[in-house]
Structures are given as C-alpha cells and as structure tokens.
C-alpha cells in the first residue's frame, strides 16, 4: 500500500522520544502488527489491555496528530475497499517501531532493576 | 441506543470547541468513531460512552487550542528574529509608549481616584473651602462654630490645625502634628488601633487636657508596637503629653503630608478677620446631597455674620472632596498631570500607527509567501491568526519593557517634578501591572489585525508573478495615510510641549519686584522653648540679624513681621474728607491695604527701588513721627493726582495721629505670584501699631543663597538657646512651588513630543526606504538616459514633503481645537501662540528632511547594471 507521512522533521534518535506517555504507547503497540484505522486501535487498546486503558476518541485523535507530526506514523492513502472510504488508516513507521521498542527496553530495565533489589519475585527473563 | 441522534447531535456541537484546522483534519473521523463507539449499547451503557467522549472533548479542546498557540508563537519567533530591525523598533517603540501611558495614567489615577486611607465612607465627608487666595484651604473659628451649629446637613463637623513640632520620645524630630477639635475622629468614622481616640467628653473645652493621640507608623517606630502604650509620656514642643491611643494603621490624616501626633485644639478666638486659623472637615447627614450641603453651609454662615453683627459678605463657601488633590483646590499639578496623560495617550496612537504602518510593509514584503500557502490550502484565518500572533508576542515584549518603565519612572517624576504630592509604595502593584497587560494586548490586536486582514485580502495567483502593481500602490496610499496622521499627532503633542514651555518662561520671566535671587529666609522654631515669645523673641532676631551682617558675603540683614510669600497682613488707614464707614473702593475713607512692619536692614535686603524719598532709619523709633513708605501701586490708587511724598496715613483711626509717607519704591509680588503687584506700604518695625514684632529675618547674600544657607544657619543656631531650631532657607523655595506646575507640564510633554518625533521619523525613513525601494529600477533607467542626482534628489524630496504638508496642515487645525481645553493652564499666552505653532512646524521639516537623507542618499546612488541583475 502506498502510504504518505505528515512528518517533515529529520531522523531523530528513538531515545530522544522517551519516556513515552502511557497512550501513545498503547498505540504504537496496536499498531505494531498491522495497519488500523482509529476506532480499531481504541478497541485493540482496550482488549489488550482487558480495559484498563480505554482511549476516548478526542486523547487517541490528538495523539494521531502528534504522532503524524512526529513521524512516528503514517497514515495510508489506500484502504480496505469494503470499508467506509471516510476512514483513515494508519501504520507505524520504522521509527515509531525503534521508540516502541525502546520503550519496552527502558521498561525492562525498570523490571529488572525492582528484581534486584527484590521489589518484585524474579520472573521469566 | 435510543437517543443515538441526541447524542450525535451533541458531539457533533462539541467538536466545535476543537480548532478549525483541526476539525477540519479529524472532525469525520472523530464523528465515525463515536458513532461506531455507540453502535449496539444499550441505553445506560451509550450514555456512559457518550459522556465520557463529551468529556474527553472538553479536556482535548483547550489543549490543542494551546499547540496551536505554542506552534504559532514558535512561527512569530522565528518571523521576528529574521526581521530583527524592523521588530526591535517595534518593541522600543511600544516599551517607550506603553511605558510612558502606564506612568502617567497610575499617577493620575492615584491621585484623583484614591481616597483618603483608613476613613468610613470617604465620599460622604466633605472639605470645607473658599475663595480668595489665602481663604482657598481654611476659614476662621467662627465659620467653623457656624456650622457645627447652625448647618443641619451634616452629622458632624471637626477643625483642625496643621502644624510641624519638636516631638521628643527616644528621638527628638520635628513631626506633623494636627491641633484638632474632639469631633475629628469621629467625623472620620475612625477606630483607635489602640487605647481611645479624642471624645468631646473628654477632651472638648476650652482648656483640654494636654493629651496625644500617635500614628500607627510612630508607635510602631517610637513604642515598638507596644500595647500598654496608653498612659505613656511624649514631649510635644516644650509640653509633656500623655498617650491616649494610637490611630488605625491605614490612616496618616487627611493631608499629602502624613501626620505623626494629633493633640486636642481646644476653643480659638473669635476673630472673623482671621481666616487661616483652621480647616474645617464635614460628613454629610444620610440622603443629603453635596448641592444641599454647600447651600445650607453657606446659609448657616451668612447667619452667623448677622448674628455678630457684620454685614453678609461676598465670601463663599465651597464644599469639596476631602482629598485636596480631589477637590476644587487641586494643585495646578494634578490638572497638568490629566493633560499630560492625554499626550500620551497621543504618543502611543501615533506608535500604534507607525508599527501597524511596519506591519503592513512587512506583509508586503511577504506577499509572494502568503499566496504560496494559500495556494497549498492554508486558511485566510489561520495566517491571521499567526500574523496577529506576531503582532501580539512584539506587544508583549514591549509590555515586558513597560513595566521596567513603570518601575523607576513615577518615583522620578514624583521626586522631581511632584515633590508636594504623596508618593505611592510602588506602581508596580496589580492594577500598574493589569494597566499594562491591557494596553499590550490592545496594542497587538489594533496594530496587528490590519496587517493580517491585509496580507490575506485580495492575494492571488498575480503575486506568484509578482506583477500585483494595484495591490502595491494600495499599500503604499495606506501606509502614507498613516505615517500623515502620525506628523498630525505628532504636531499636537509638540504644539502642546510649546505653549506649556511658553508660559513657564513667562511664569519664570515675573518680576517679583525684589531681589529674589539672593534672599535667604530665616525662621527660630520656637515651640520646644517655653518663654521664648514676644519682646525675648524679637531680641534673639534682633541678635540673629546683628551677626548675620557680621557673616562674610551678607549684603544686608534685618527682620520683618511678614515675609514675601509667606504671610500678608492688611491694616486699614483712613483718608480725610471721605465717608469713614465706608471703603475706598464704595467711595468712602476706608483704605484696607496690605501693609508690612520691617527694619531698615531687611528692607534693604529686599533690594526694592527707592524711586522718590528716603529709606526708613535707625532714628525713626516710636518717639519720633510715624513713617510710612509707599509702593508706587498705592500712591497711584490713594493718590492719582498729588504727590503721595509727604501726605499723611491715619491708621486704625479716622482721628489717628498723621503717619507721614516719607517715601516711594517699587511694587512687588508678595501674595499671589500671578496676580499684578498689590498695592502695599511699609511701616518700621520700631514703631509698631498693635505690637507687631518680628516673624523672621531676610538676609540678603553676594552669591547664590543655596551656597550660604549651611553657613548662615551654622552660625546663627549658635545664638539660639538649645532645642530652638533655626532654620535657613532660599526664598526662591517659598515660590517655587507655584511654577511647578508648569515645569512638570514643560519637560513632560517635551519627552512625549520628542518620543512622538522619534516614531514619527521611523515611520517616515520606513515608508520612504520601501518607496525609493520599489522605484529603484525606474530611477537607474532615468539615470542612464540622463537624469542627474538632482533631478532626482527633486523627486525624492517632493514625495517626503507630500507626506509631511498634509500631516503638518492637519496637525495644525487638530492643535488648534485640542488646545482649547489647556487654555486655563496656560500664563501669558493663547492657544494661539505662534512661536509654539513655528517651533512644532520646524521641528516636523527637521524631521522629514532628517529622515530622507539616506533614502535620498540610495536613490541618488542607485547601480542599473546592479538593478538590472536584480530584475
């Protein structure tokens, strides 16, 4: 598919993006293993995290804009052709996907870190 | 979901909150998800989600409105940093205005909205004041017993008595300290901080107890805020008082000049003649009116002239705000003040006008770049919005500037040119800071939105080719409109800057008729010294004016009962074979002038005119013939057609022995500085009429007396018995509070006239540099077929004068209608003063040949290979 980027902005280093706001991680996951549109990320988010985080349409579309904006995504100029063609798609750009997963990382660490000191009982690594 | 629609409906509302460009991007999709949120719930569980997405609406709203604030102030940052030279004359010029309008604007609302602190319902007390020059402020004790007892309209009246003394506690200081009636602080509606405050029980009578009421600042600094302060001693002149309260903390009398200690007055004489004895304060009876109060204290008061036994008089009183700086005898400052701060707002519209003037030049400059991004789809509002954005963060950096301005400049003018009037803590407070929040955010909208309605408007295709010769030549008609009007402004401000400095050259110009500019005034304070009155008081003078003639570079010394400016008396002589019931002017023998007891020595330091005659001597003593000397003023008035020299005064008395007039001098200003010379005489101290005994010594000195003043009073407090202060003074000092009024308008409205030149002038070398600018390549091309510099030079100054005639003609004709208004400030000239009218039309030329030069420079200069290229 083809897909066009609002991002204008030279390549920034992944790490340069963390911490990551709780939501914008969420999205970024959702959108790690296929493209979305935003009602599909809200209910992914939702089912994969059993409801604990339930994303309201103005916080997910606020933070699509940033994340257009910051490149991290990009939204698709093709689409399904059984859907409604006033929806937008969405994938995660090769560097959404790098501040995703150095995000996860940092977040490793944390664990990781409370392991040693024994916070929390050692678990699978 | 039943309700499914309301519910759209209601989000599709609130999505309304969101930006437009950002409903325009997510609007539809926002819709569709919210829909797609509801699609099978349930009644309860679809008003749930559709409260929580109205809510996420709510909170996301404001938040984008905020990005796109930030982003668009980031745009007008950057905008500013690349045209650093047009914006840094944009910041200086709203700092200087900004600045200049908030400073006078607090000081004028300080002092002609801020109520006397610390009174109940200050708008229902009132001032008593008069007419006539030394009537203005106070009135006699038995104006003061009329209305306290015959006036209905007021609840209650107080007299006080101002007056500085030697106040003795850990420190001896001279302090204010008011002499008041037992009614004063009620009619104030005051509460003692501490211990009482003064009770007609207590302290009325006509010999109250010698008891003390102290300022909170005094207890504070004398009796460290004790509590058990009542019953404490305080040596008060040479009398011991004792302590009965303290003031509340807000309230330091109702004068300028804050009070310390207030004492109980007792009861006055009742001498209808003295008018200066007290001030009187009043509070008005509930649903009486300020009209009905004045009227009954005027009725009240003629009443009581019957019931003495005198005849009504032409004296009105007057009632007033209790602030003097309110009331009808408001310093001439405080009017100034008010004008002042009219030219300034003057200033700041011409600065506005100049920098919507830049603006426009700067989106002219940009219209190849604005079509670029309308022709990519930006909205015309979006770019208004980051133009005005533009315009609003250059306000707020002059805003920023303002308030450095409104820092140090009010304690400046107040200490300068306002020394009488009192000085706030700071004009830095929240009303000196919302002043300037307000006119910075008016000054970005106003200068701004043109500007940016400009740059959008009527922008197409035809400045992609940048062939838009309409769109030009409208831009250039506007910005010249502009700049006119700023010369018109400008030209009020100057015209104003010229009539003030007109009449402070004449105020300064008076003659006083005496030597004013050597005269040094000395005064024994004599209030600490029991005893030191009377014939022991006149022989320390006479002691003072015997070494003062001894001190190097004393030209001449001696005493006076009335000093110039200071005080005046009027003692009556008769004039044979006319009606002695009778005044002069009614035709009758009665000559009510003023008259002044002095010794040889002073009136020599007066350095007066003896135009026929002879001075008065050490031989004329109360043995010999009674002596007059005359001013030319009453032998005109008394005696128009004989010779004065020689005739006889008979004072007091029809009958009186003859006082013979032994000679003439000149007139000279002694009361009213603005009033011509009174008709006046001089009578020796050493033969007074009614014991008439020296009030001070006029001591005159070869140099400037500012010079000799610490000598003088060095040498002189070594004769005065301890805790008698002597104190020396300039007599310039006495008088100079009179011209200042036109000193502050002068050097106040001549900064504002040169900050309204300096706009102006940019404005000029702005519009005239984008014009040679955009006819550069016309000109070269004239050039190479012949042209010389001249022919051009011609040109270039025909368009400067083209702007600067018509804004000069119309700032004219707006001077001469706004001028009407100060024409009661003004001294020995009309609106009409041609000097002032020339002086501001010069300046303008100065201005408009200034500001071309280098414009004339260029255009004379210009390369046509170099235009060529450039084309």
């Known amino acids: 598919m083809a897909h066009r980027s609002a991002s204008e902005h030279p390549d920034p280093l992944p790490g340069s993006f963390l911490p990551l706001p709780k939501d914008v991680f969420h999205i970024l996951v959702s959108l790690a293993d296929q493209d979305r549109h935003g009602y599909s990320v809200m209910q992914d988010v939702a089912e994969r995290t059993a409801g604990t985080v339930r994303l309201s349409p103005s916080s997910l579309y606020s933070a699509i804009r940033r994340l257009l904006e910051q490149g991290l995504i990009a939204e698709l100029s093709e689409r399904p052709a059984q859907d409604d063609e006033r929806r937008r798609y969405y994938r995660l750009t090769p560097l959404g996907r790098g501040v995703a997963q150095a995000e996860v990382r940092r977040m490793e660490q944390l664990l990781a870190s409370a392991r040693q000191v024994g916070l929390i009982p050692d678990g699978p690594r | 979901m039943t309700g499914d629609s309301a519910a759209m409906r209601t989000f599709q509302l609130l999505l309304r909150l969101y930006p437009g460009e950002f409903r325009e991007e997510y609007g539809r999709e926002l819709s569709l998800v919210f829909r797609d949120r509801l699609r099978g719930e349930g009644t309860a569980s679809g008003w749930a989600i559709a409260i929580e997405s109205f809510g996420g609406v709510l909170r996301e709203a404001p938040l984008e409105h905020g990005r796109i604030a930030a982003r668009d102030l980031r745009l007008a940052w950057q905008s500013i940093r690349k045209d650093w030279l047009a914006s840094a004359l944009i910041v200086i010029t709203l700092t200087l205005a900004l600045g200049a309008n908030a400073t006078m604007l607090g000081i004028v609302g300080q002092l002609l909205l801020r109520p006397v602190a610390g009174v109940t319902e200050p708008e229902r007390v009132v001032r008593v004041y008069g007419k006539g020059y030394w009537r203005a402020l106070t009135r006699s004790w038995p104006d003061y017993l009329d209305l306290r007892d015959q006036a209905n309209a007021f609840s ?13 506690k850990q420190t001896i200081r001279k302090l204010r300290r008011d002499r008041v009636t037992p009614s004063y602080f009620a009619v104030l509606g005051l509460h003692a901080e501490v211990g009482r405050l003064f009770r007609e029980d207590r302290e009325g009578g006509a010999n109250p107890p010698p008891v003390a009421v102290i300022s909170y600042a005094f207890w504070q ?39 310390s200690v207030w004492t109980p007055l007792g009861e006055l004489v009742r001498d209808r003649g003295n008018y200066g004895a007290v001030h009187v304060i009043a509070r008005l009876q509930a649903g009486v009116s300020l009209s009905q109060a004045d009227q009954e204290a005027n009725r009240a008061n003629q009443q009581g002239l019957r019931a003495d036994g005198l005849k009504a008089n032409g004296d009105v009183m007057q009632l007033g705000a209790l602030a003097l700086t309110q009331g009808p005898a408001a310093p001439r400052e405080i009017r100034v003040s008010i004008w002042l701060s009219v030219a ?11 920098i919507t003037q830049l603006l426009t030049a700067r989106a002219a400059r940009r219209a190849r770049e604005t079509a670029i991004h309308l022709a990519l789809g930006a909205s015309r509002a979006r770019l208004m919005r980051q133009w005005t954005s533009e315009s609003l963060l250059l306000a707020a950096l002059g805003g920023v500037g303002a308030l450095g301005i409104l820092l140090v400049a009010p304690p400046l003018i107040y200490r300068v040119l306002l020394p009488e009037l009192p000085e706030p803590a700071t004009q830095l407070g929240g009303s000196g800071v919302t002043l300037v929040g307000v006119l910075t955010v008016l000054s970005g909208l106003l200068t701004g939105l043109g500007p940016a309605w400009f740059s959008v408007s009527g922008h197409g295709i035809t400045d992609l080719k940048r062939t838009n010769i309409a769109g030009e030549i409208a831009s250039q008609r506007w910005r010249s409109l502009l700049v006119m009007a700023q010369i018109a402004l400008t030209v009020v401000v100057l015209v104003g800057a010229g009539l003030f400095r007109g009449s402070l050259n004449r105020v300064q110009g008076l003659e006083p008729g005496f030597d004013l500019d050597h005269l040094l005034v000395v005064h024994v304070d004599t209030q600490a010294v029991a005893g030191l009155e009377g014939a022991k008081l006149a022989a320390l003078y006479d002691r003072l004016a015997t070494r003062s003639r001894e001190l190097p570079g004393i030209a001449a010394a001696g ?8 005080s005046a008396w009027r003692t009556r002589f008769y004039m044979p074979g006319r009606d002695p019931q009778r005044f002069w002017e009614e035709g009758g023998g009665i000559v009510n002038r003023l008259s002044t007891f002095i010794e040889p020595g002073a009136m020599k330091a007066l350095n007066l005119r003896l135009e026929r005659g002879r001075w008065f001597e050490e031989n004329d003593r109360p043995a010999t013939e009674p002596v007059a000397i005359i001013n030319d003023q009453l032998a005109r008035e008394v005696w128009p057609h004989a010779d004065a020299l020689g005739q006889c005064l008979y004072q007091l008395r029809p009958d009186a022995p003859c006082t013979r007039i032994v000679g003439i001098v000149n007139s000279s200003r002694v009361e ?7 008709a006046q005489y001089y009578r020796p101290l050493s033969q007074p009429l009614r014991e008439e005994m ?12 500012e010079l000799a003043q610490a000598m003088v009073q060095q040498e002189l407090q070594r004769l005065a018995p301890t805790l008698a202060f002597v104190e020396v003074k300039p007599l310039k000092s006495s008088i100079e509070p009179t011209v200042r009024p036109w000193q502050l308008a002068a050097s106040v409205f001549w900064a504002l006239g040169l900050l309204a030149l300096t706009i102006t002038a940019v404005g000029v070398f702005g519009l005239m540099s984008h014009s040679i600018a955009q006819r550069a390549p016309e000109w070269s091309i004239r050039q190479a077929l012949g042209a010389t510099p001249a022919n051009i030079a011609g040109h270039v100054m025909k368009e400067a004068f083209r702007l600067a005639v018509p804004g000069l003609v119309a700032g004219v004709l707006l001077a001469r209608v706004c ?3 100060v024409a009661s400030l003004l001294f020995g000239l009309t609106v009409n003063d041609a000097g002032a009218y020339a002086s501001a039309a010069l300046l303008v030329f100065l201005l408009a040949a200034g500001a071309m030069l280098l414009p004339l420079w260029r255009a004379t200069h210009l390369n046509l290979a170099h235009q060529l290229r450039e084309e």
């Not at chain 2, 040596?235 to 302590?243: E, K, L, N, Y």
């Not at chain 2, 300034?344 to 100049?354: D, H, K, P, Q, S």
Request: proline residues 8%.
């Open chain 2, 559 to 566: 005493a006076a009962h009335s000093i110039p400016g200071e």
């Open chain 2, 672 to 678: 009213s500085w603005f009033d011509q010379p009174p």
């Open chain 2, 156 to 168: 209650g009246v107080a007299a006080f008595q101002p007056g500085r003394v030697p106040v003795a």
């Open chain 2, 221 to 259: 600094s004398e009796f460290q805020g004790r509590r058990d302060v009542a019953g404490e001693t305080l040596r008060i002149g040479d009398v011991a008082h004792t302590v009965v309260g303290v003031a509340p903390a807000e309230f330091t009398g109702v004068d300028a000049e804050a009070t």
């Open chain 2, 344 to 354: 300034a707002a003057v200033v700041l519209l011409a600065g506005w006008l100049n």
């Open chain 2, 694 to 705: 020296a009030a001070g010594l006029l001591v005159r000195v070869a140099g400037r007396p």
């Open chain 2, 819 to 821: 001028s009407r208004w």
